[in-house]
C-alpha cells in the first residue's frame, strides 16, 4: 500500500509552489497526498501584484474531525505556509490525532535574509512553537536564523557554525533537521543532523544564478518522499539536492520568466527512476 501523507500547506494558482508542485513530486514518488490547504491564492506573492487570497483556517478542524469520523490513518503530516497563526494549534492538532505519523514542518516564513511580507511576530513566535513538535524541520538558511533568534541576515562562516545551529534547533525538539542553502566561504551545500544518530550530513550543490519560487517546497517533498520510502538522511538529502539542481539548471536554460517557478514537468521523469546516491559526505 502507498504512504499516504496530509499536505497542510497554501494552493497558489501561478507560480509552481506549494500544494501545486507538492502533490506531483510526492505522487511520482509513490505517496499518496490529501491536501489540507491553509489558503488559497491566485498567484504566490512574490511579483505579481496584488494577490487574491482567501484564509481556510475555518476549513483546518473540520477537515479534520471529518478524517477522525472515517478512521483515516496518515503516515506523513507535512506542514508549510500558514496564513494565521491560529492554524499552528491546528496542525498541533493534526499531530496529536495521528501521533504515530511522520511529523514534518517545513517553517515557511522567510528568504534571502527577511521575513515575507505576510509574516508577523506572532506567526514566527508561533512557527517556532510549531517546529518544536516535529520529528524534522527543513529551514532555509534565513528561517533557521529566525528560529534561533539570530539575525535573520546572520551567515555561518564555517561548517562547526552550521553544526551549531543543527545542534541548537535539533535541541528544541526535532530529531533531524535539514537547512537548505548553506553558504559557507566558496561551498553551497546542504547541511542535516541526525540526532538518533548524532551525525552530521552535508550535500553540496551548484549555485544557479536565478531565483524560484517553490524550490523549498520542492526540496522538503523530495526529502519527505525519500524518507518516507525507506531512504537514509544523507542519501535523501542527496535526492532532494539532486532533483532540484537538475529542475533549476532545466528552467534556467529555457530563460522563462522566473515568477512561474521551475519547469517542473519536465524533470519529474527522474524521481521514478530511484537511482542510487552518494554524493554525500559528513559535516
Not at 517556532?128 to 539575525?151: F, K, V, Y
Not at 550543490?205 to 523549498?216: L, Q, R, S
Amino acid at each position: 500500500m502507498n504512504k499516504k501523507t496530509a499536505a497542510i500547506h497554501d494552493l497558489s494558482g501561478v507560480g509552481r509552489c506549494s500544494l501545486t508542485v507538492i502533490m506531483p513530486v510526492l505522487s511520482v514518488m509513490g505517496i499518496e497526498v490529501c491536501p489540507v490547504p491553509t489558503a488559497i491564492l491566485s498567484t504566490h506573492t512574490g511579483g505579481f501584484g496584488e494577490v487574491e487570497m482567501r484564509d481556510l483556517t475555518d476549513y483546518i478542524i473540520p477537515a479534520l474531525n471529518h478524517y477522525k469520523r472515517l478512521g483515516m490513518k496518515f503516515d506523513c503530516v507535512y506542514s508549510g505556509f500558514l496564513a494565521d497563526p491560529e492554524q499552528v494549534d491546528h496542525c498541533l492538532e493534526f499531530f496529536r490525532a495521528f501521533p504515530d505519523s511522520f511529523k514534518v514542518v517545513d517553517p515557511v516564513m522567510a528568504d534571502n535574509g527577511k521575513p515575507y511580507r505576510t509574516c508577523t511576530q506572532e506567526q514566527i513566535k508561533r512557527m517556532g512553537e510549531l517546529a518544536s513538535a516535529a520529528d524534522m524541520i527543513t529551514p532555509n538558511m534565513t528561517e533557521a536564523n529566525i528560529l534561533l533568534g539570530n539575525d535573520p541576515t546572520y551567515a555561518p562562516h564555517s561548517q562547526n557554525d552550521v553544526k551549531t545551529m543543527l545542534l541548537k534547533l535539533a535541541h528544541s525538539g526535532p530529531k533531524t533537521v535539514v537547512i537548505t542553502s548553506v553558504y559557507t566561504g566558496s561551498e553551497s551545500y546542504n547541511a542535516g543532523y541526525d540526532s538518533l544518530n548524532n551525525r552530521f550530513w552535508k550535500v553540496p550543490f551548484t549555485h544557479v544564478n536565478a531565483n524560484y519560487p517553490g524550490t523549498g517546497d520542492v526540496f522538503a517533498s523530495v526529502l519527505t518522499g525519500s524518507l518516507l520510502n525507506g531512504d537514509s538522511l544523507p542519501i535523501a538529502m542527496n535526492r532532494a539536492a539532486m532533483f532540484l539542481e537538475l529542475a533549476i539548471k532545466t528552467t534556467y536554460s529555457y530563460n522563462t520568466d522566473t515568477r512561474e517557478g521551475i519547469l517542473l514537468e519536465r524533470c519529474l521523469g527522474f524521481l521514478s527512476e530511484n537511482r542510487s546516491l552518494f554524493d554525500y559526505e559528513q559535516l
